[in-house]
């Protein structure tokens, strides 16, 4: 690819010709810098205080056990998500989401919770509905960045309408419905 460009810029025929970036790539810097605005950013560092609590407290996490049995849920660790990959994110989200019910009735068991920590970490209706949103569209983002990401059948002619799909579809809607909730 890079020989083909340099071809094309000595040529003449293209002199403003510049290198294309990797289009996973891109697609990560945008999905971390969004990761960074609010109300994401807080959402995303209450799940990961809650996530902790659940980790580190031997009684919250033999709670949590306890309620999963009790409320049918599945029993399914929660995931702490890693600062490096965003997709941990969405897998952190996505199971804190799935749990939402048996940690929501830890926090209000005086057995299981101290008062303090029931009103620090439990999240926010408004914080479970973006949590519920972010994770919506990281989701379509990993699997487009797995179809990016593929050697043998991504090329530049199917990246344009892949993204653009994404941008007018499924990403606009999302986009609006989580500045609304900045307002």
Known sequence: MVLSVELLKGSGK????????????????????????????????????????????????????EKRVQQKAPEHKLIQDVATRWNSTCFMLERLLEQRWPITAIL???????????????????????????????KLFITLTELLSEETNTSLSATFPMLKNKKKVILWPQITIVQQRRR
């Open 14 to 65: 293209w002199p403003d010709m510049e290198l294309v970036r990797c289009a996973g790539h891109t697609l990560q810097l945008c999905v971390n810098a969004a990761l960074k605005e609010d109300p994401v950013a807080r959402t995303v560092a209450a799940a990961r205080r809650l996530v902790g609590h659940f980790k580190k407290g031997h009684q919250a996490k033999t709670g949590l056990k």
């Open 108 to 138: 209000s068991d005086p057995s299981y919770s101290k008062r303090s920590d029931s009103s620090t970490l439990d999240m926010t209706t408004e914080q479970w509905n973006v949590a519920e949103d972010i994770t919506d569209v990281l």
